[in-house]
């Protein structure tokens, strides 16, 4: 049974008032790949009367009225999604679909969704408590850099105006927050959960043992306080050893509660096992349903968090780099479910998380100690603590394919290629290759120049060069025809011109034509837009060359594509920019033909005759 979405569903269920009202700039989708289906259901479970107010109007706060006035609070989210990458391109185009609208329709939430919610919630009704959370929340906590805006903008608490930030994956500090709000406690009185932020007077700030950051003011006038500030904001964001983080806005002070502990086991399974309808509502039917419910209506999430902790990828600030897992017995039972759907096919779409083959935390030492500041996992080359099992991710598929009435069970989120190739025998990638993959697998090498790579925090080419040459080798003894699809990516702090020459090359080299091909696109909360924006790495403090103009960025781009006839002529150009026009002509090495002569325009001579004559009996 769905929650309420209206006045009349409240009344259905005979209550008189609700405890939260839950706001989404996504259609309502009760399935545990929407953060707002979770937290409602935890809620739900706790005995809190709670309602959906899916996608309300944002020019004023009548919807905010819909449900009357709520007795703890309102809890706002923007989305699965930051509403800016929901609403616009890495080129800053706006989108003409929104795949979490019904219909796919774009236009449905405001730009900067969870400010706008906060503000129209606080007109509606003053004094009633507003936590907002979600991705865009949670990535936007501090003083950032917002791209769209082209400028750094205080933390998301402070511009909309609400009482408490909630980041990370919400549950325990959710059900915190209610169960205080719940006995009477004033939200301004409640400071100290962890996986919070809220914001209090400096003159009522008292100090502690805590990670100063650079203020807001600080790191909208020097780039450098604003590198300084990411790194402390990364290397602190650890539920075991992390520290509070405060950052002066003003006359206000930000504190950023170190983050809550992820969730154990037990309670993992009992969150994805809570009786959520696992569809868009009815109410969209009409409407062409909901695009992104699609692929993730039969997948499922065994894990959270990612060691991998890509510079350009959020997940890592958000979900942390510590692996959780959900039981092999859990993931059964929701697979044994799908079998009882009338819309279930026999598929499971995806057997995954923020990276598919991490079922175990990288060292048994980030139990105790937590993950290691500022170094990575995998990248530049695999730490020697690094622990690599995939024995219990086997043994999870394997028992889903025996489940009867399951036809195939795919892995379609991010392989760790990298991680792969250290097992110690082939049995994993063998088994994947042979029942888990659709004819195409997808890998993320995203560049093949190392220097862009280490920016990326990326593991070498020649990572991916032995997985390649590995993986057809087994493709081929098993009888199969099935082929890599490579994740690339152009215009990364770090990338030159020749540097994408150097990737079209091995393009070429692979025998890859990607039909769409990435930018860079500088979303909160990552070491990355860190580097475009500051033009610094924030570990070394040292110049990192940020590729920004349109022109160069398209130039990169189609040196991706460079086998498209459309692109022949900024591709040419791009090669001599770069120094590289041997790569031009019809010779075996060359990558593009280059421009044909323009044919002269009729009646008009390419020179004039008398005078090429003149010249002639002159000499």
Request: net charge positive; proline share 7%.
């Amino acid at each position: 049974m769905f929650l309420p979405i209206s006045a009349a569903d409240v009344a259905q269920r005979g209550w008189s008032e609700l405890d939260f009202v839950l706001v989404t700039g996504d259609a309502y989708c009760d399935h545990p790949s929407f953060g707002i289906a979770i937290i409602s259901r935890v809620l739900e479970a706790e005995g809190y009367k709670c309602a959906i107010l899916s996608q309300p109007r944002f020019d004023r706060p009548d919807d905010f009225r819909r449900f009357g006035k709520p007795r703890l609070g309102f809890m706002i989210t923007g989305g699965n999604i930051d509403s800016m990458v929901a609403h616009y391109t890495a080129a800053r185009r706006k989108r003409s679909e929104d795949s979490y609208s019904p219909g796919g329709k774009a236009g449905l939430r405001p730009d900067r969704a969870t400010v706008v919610y906060s503000r129209l919630a606080r007109k509606a009704y003053p004094d009633v408590p507003i936590i907002i959370g979600g991705l865009e929340a949670s990535l936007r906590r501090f003083a950032h850099y917002d791209y769209w805006a082209d400028k750094v903008m205080p933390s998301i608490l402070l511009d909309s105006g609400a009482d408490i930030l909630s980041y990370g994956m919400g549950e325990n500090q959710t059900i915190e927050l209610a169960r205080r709000l719940a006995e009477g406690e004033p939200v301004s009185q409640i400071l100290d959960v962890r996986g919070t932020c809220v914001a209090v007077p400096i003159s009522e700030y008292t100090p502690r043992k805590v990670a100063e950051c650079p203020s807001y003011e600080q790191v909208c006038q020097s780039k450098k306080e604003y590198a300084v500030s990411c790194r402390i904001q990364q290397d602190e964001h650890d539920a075991v050893r992390g520290k509070t983080i405060i950052q002066r806005h003003g006359d206000k002070m930000l504190i950023c509660n170190p983050p809550m502990p992820p969730l154990p086991q037990e309670q993992f399974d009992r969150v994805y096992e809570l009786p959520y309808e696992r569809r868009a509502h009815p109410c969209y039917d009409e409407q062409g349903g909901v695009p992104g419910m699609e692929e993730v209506e039969f997948s499922i999430i065994h894990n959270r968090g990612c060691f991998g902790a890509c510079a350009f990828c959020s997940l890592a600030f958000h979900q942390g780099r510590t692996i959780t897992t959900r039981s092999i017995e859990s993931v059964v039972r929701e697979a044994e479910s799908f079998v009882k759907n009338p819309r279930f096919k026999g598929n499971i779409h995806d057997v995954g998380g923020p990276t598919a083959n991490f079922r175990k935390p990288a060292c048994k030492k980030q139990l105790e100690h937590g993950v290691c500041k500022g170094k990575r996992c995998l990248a530049p080359t695999p730490c020697p603590n690094l622990e690599v099992d995939h024995s219990e991710y086997l043994e999870l598929l394997r028992r889903l394919r025996k489940i009867k009435g399951v036809k195939r069970v795919f892995v379609r989120s991010g392989i760790r290629f990298d991680y792969l190739m250290l097992d110690k025998d082939d049995t994993f990638m063998r088994e994947l290759i042979q029942y888990h993959v659709s004819g195409q697998l997808k890998v993320a090498p995203e560049h093949c120049s190392n220097h862009v790579l280490d920016a990326m925090g990326k593991p070498h080419i020649e990572a991916y060069r032995a997985f390649s040459k590995k993986f057809f080798r087994v493709t081929e003894e098993i009888g199969k025809e099935q082929y890599l699809v490579p994740y690339l990516m152009s215009s990364h702090p770090g990338s030159r011109l020749r540097d994408a020459v150097e990737l079209s090359l091995f393009l070429r080299e692979q025998r890859l034509r990607p039909e769409q091909v990435q930018d860079f696109y500088p979303t909160p909360g990552t070491i990355s837009t860190c580097m475009y924006y500051t033009g610094l790495d924030p570990y070394t403090l040292e110049e990192v060359y940020v590729p920004k103009k349109p022109e160069e960025k398209a130039e990169q781009r189609a040196l991706l594509q460079y086998f498209k006839p459309e692109n022949r002529e900024i591709v040419e150009r791009a090669l001599h920019k770069a120094g590289r026009s041997d790569l031009i002509g019809t010779g075996s090495g060359c990558l593009v033909r280059g421009s044909a002569p323009k044919a002269p325009q009729k009646g008009k001579p390419t020179r004039k005759p008398s005078q090429s004559r003149r010249g002639k009996n002159r000499r």
